[in-house]
Every structure is written in C-alpha cells, then in structure tokens.
C-alpha cells in the first residue's frame, strides 16, 4: 500500500499479559523501525528491519520484546509479560531503497496505542 | 536513550508570524530530519538536510544546520492554523539511527 498501516489502533492489556502489534510497510520499502513513543515526547527508537533481517536492534528490551518481518506478512513487535511502564504509542515506519541509496527519510504509520492496566 | 534537545519546548504565535524552533544533539551526523506529529496521530517527515548542507527550502519551510555547534533550527513562515502540531527534529547517527529531540508544540492563534 501506499501507506504505512498499524493495526490494532488500541490495545489493552493487564499487567503480565502479551501483547502483539502488527505493521505493514509501504510496498517496496526495504526498511522497518519501530519506535515507542511516551507521554507525547520521547521517541524511543526500538528495532529496525531491512527486508526480514534484524539491522538494528540496540534499542530493544531483549527480556520481552521480539520483533519480527517476515516475508509476505505483517511485520510484529511482541511484548511478553507486559509491565505498567510499556504503556505508550508505538510507531512503525518504513524507509525506501534505504540507506545504501540514499533515501533516509522515514515513512510513519499512525501508532498503536498500548494500555496495560 | 534521548540525545536531542529541542527549544521551545512551546511556541505560541499569530497566524501569519513565523515560528522558529531549533534543535541540538550530541553525536556526529549523517543527516538532519524534521517531522511533524499533529495531536495523536503519526508522524509526518517534513525536510532532510545533509551534513554537508547549511541550508535547504521547501514552500514555507527554512531549515538550517550548522554542524560545529550541532545545531539545527526549523523556520514557518507565515504560519497558518493548519501548521499547528508538535514539530520533532531527528538526528542520523553514523549507525543510521535516528536520535529524537522531544519536541516543540507550535500553537497557531487565528
């Protein structure tokens, strides 16, 4: 598609559950990040893909996080064990040819917000 | 963790006033980004200006990167209320990761 597409929109969870998030990337990008966004400021970079393999994953709370892209599917970022202080938007975005080419700019997706009660 | 610093954290103007936002972070650069997030939705990329570049324009926006004192500084001219948002400046580091200011939320007053 011609957007970055997140879904679910919300997504509530009580404490110690999972949660799964899903992100589909603009066709023919080459690049995925995931971002965590807290009390509107503060993006936190997490992961990010180039095609189905990890590029960057120093962001990532290994303990429970874990994301995946694998091909014909939705990218996921999966949180196990859910704790009070993941509760935040999460963002997805994609990047064309990548950074081999020169494109750097990053496409969003509109977040999904996580409330873990 | 956050290494960019935005000013204002705020700006409150008339419409048809430009507004001014700058921004600085630590690390050494590959690029500069600015993005907007309109209230609880999406970030939306707005300009990039190389390292190698000072200046760059685009419509009513004026982006300047002065890489020595590792700061960059957004200008909107002649604003409009639609230009209200929340403005991030993002840094690419030599890792190709973007590191985040924490904003300046622009109020455009009709």
């Known amino acids: 598609g011609e957007e970055v597409a997140q879904t679910p929109k919300h997504l509530v969870r009580g404490e110690g559950q999972k949660a799964k998030l899903y992100c589909a990337p603009i066709k023919g990008h080459s690049y995925v990040f995931w971002y ?72 969003f997706g509109p977040g999904t917000r996580l409330t873990v009660t | 963790s956050q290494q960019g610093e935005e000013d204002p954290q705020a700006l ?10 700058n921004c600085s972070y630590k690390t050494s650069i590959n690029n500069l980004q600015w993005y ?13 200006i190389r390292s190698n570049e000072r200046e760059k324009h685009s419509g009513r926006l004026r982006v300047t990167l002065d ?9 909107i001219t002649a604003s409009r209320a639609a230009d209200t ?17 924490a904003g300046t939320k622009l109020i455009i007053k009709p």
């Open chain 2, 67 to 75: 890489t020595s004192k590792k700061s960059s500084s957004l200008l």
């Open chain 1, 36 to 107: 965590q966004q807290v009390l509107k400021n503060e993006f936190k970079f997490l992961i990010s893909f180039q095609n189905e393999n990890v590029f960057d994953e120093t962001g990532m709370p290994k303990e429970r996080f874990s994301a995946k892209c694998l091909p014909n599917s939705p990218c996921s970022l999966e949180i196990q064990a859910t704790k009070l202080e993941d509760s935040a938007v999460y963002f997805c975005a994609s990047s064309p040819s990548g950074l081999a080419g020169g494109r750097y700019e990053q496409y």
């Open chain 2, 36 to 48: 907007r997030q309109n209230s609880g939705r999406g970030l939306v990329h707005l300009i990039l």
């Open chain 2, 85 to 101: 948002a929340s403005y991030f400046c993002a840094a690419m580091d030599s890792n190709y990761q973007l590191i985040w200011g």
């Open chain 2, 12 to 21: 409150s103007i008339q419409e048809g006033e430009n507004a001014t936002m």
